[in-house]
């Protein structure tokens, strides 16, 4: 079994949350309260190895292990204090056990700040993030 993830940003469009949001002339400096970018100055990052530290655990369960390889995207909102939150699964791997297993992995991170968050006008910023991991069964 290979576990390969690939860290992107997807640039998830959404009429509630955008990085070039208009500001008044006062409010410049500021940002808008409880605003989600997906895209900002400084982007959220892992802190330490996100496949040494967490997906070297997943554990791939026995209905998923006669699938073809694929990928799994998650989801998650990488709040201003390094907690995630608004996990899901956008894509599934067509395995339902195998997308709760990543999901599992995650949820640790809802609790204990494993993030170092992104930054918007030089402020912590909470910022929608995907997370692909492509599953190869060897």
């Known amino acids: 079994m290979r576990i390969q993830p690939i860290l992107f940003w997807a640039m998830i469009t959404s009429?509630?949350?955008s990085a070039q949001r208009s500001t008044s002339t006062s409010a410049k400096d500021s940002l808008p309260p409880k605003t989600t970018?997906?895209?900002?100055?400084v982007m959220p990052k892992f802190k330490g190895d996100i496949y040494a530290d967490v997906l070297k655990k997943l554990r791939i369960?026995?209905?998923c292990m006669e699938m073809t390889p694929g990928?799994?995207?998650a989801t998650f909102t990488v709040e201003a204090n390094g907690l995630l939150s608004e996990l899901q699964i956008a894509r599934s791997s067509g395995c339902a056990q195998l997308d709760s297993e990543i999901?599992?992995?995650?949820?640790?991170?809802?609790?204990?700040p494993q993030w170092i968050p992104g930054k918007q006008k030089g402020q912590a910023a909470a910022i929608k993030y995907a997370m692909p991991v492509?599953?190869?069964?060897d």
């Open 15 to 17: 009429a509630s949350s």
């Open 61 to 63: 369960p026995e209905p």
């Open 37 to 41: 970018y997906t895209y900002v100055e």
């Open 134 to 137: 492509n599953i190869h069964l």
């Open 71 to 73: 990928r799994v995207v």
């Open 103 to 112: 999901v599992r992995l995650l949820i640790p991170m809802t609790r204990v």
